[in-house]
């Protein structure tokens, strides 16, 4: 619906009229949001608690391995020759990742370090140290 006016100079102007009808007048009580039930508010914090727990459990012990090993071998430059040890912990993994550091020969004497990894829940890295050295000839001692 137009309406018709007129500036200063006395050209038309033209403004668009409010349509009132489309505008509510009042809430109705029905338009207010409602709190969840008690049920729904169980039942939003089980999905929550298998929501955290998926995102615990996203990275598994294969996984963890594959990463633990990429991680060191981007750090250190040496091919992982294995993985000694795997532990799941609170916040994710714990691998332990064999590199041969030093080759020599006879391949008694190579130089073999275990680097400590942890990786995050997500597969990020979160730390990684040289735990120990050896030679590859050497018993490993208990």
């Keep these: 619906m137009q309406t018709g006016h007129e500036d200063a100079d006395g ?13 509510p007048s009042h809430r109705h009580e029905q338009d207010l949001p409602q709190q969840p039930s008690r049920e729904e ?7 929550a608690v298998q929501d955290r727990h998926r995102r615990r459990s996203a990275v598994n012990a294969r996984k963890a391995a594959q990463y633990a090993a990429s991680y060191v071998a981007d750090m250190t430059g ?6 000694t040890s795997l532990e799941r912990t609170q916040g994710g993994w714990r691998v332990g990742i064999e590199v041969l550091e030093t080759h020599r020969i006879p391949d008694s004497t190579d130089i073999l370090a275990v680097y400590r990894v942890e ?5 990020e890295l979160v730390s990684y140290r040289r735990d120990q050295r050896y030679y590859r000839g050497r018993a490993e001692e208990d």
Excluded: F, K, M, Y
């Excluded at 403004?15 to 009132?20: G, I, L, M, S």
């Excluded at 508010?41 to 999905?47: S, Y």
């Excluded at 040496?78 to 993985?83: A, H, L, N």
């Design 11 to 23: 050209s038309p102007t033209r403004r668009r009229a409010r349509n009132t009808d489309a505008l």
């Design 119 to 123: 990786i995050d829940n997500e597969g």
């Design 78 to 83: 040496r091919r992982p020759e294995g993985v």
């Design 41 to 47: 508010r169980q039942a939003r914090e089980g999905q």
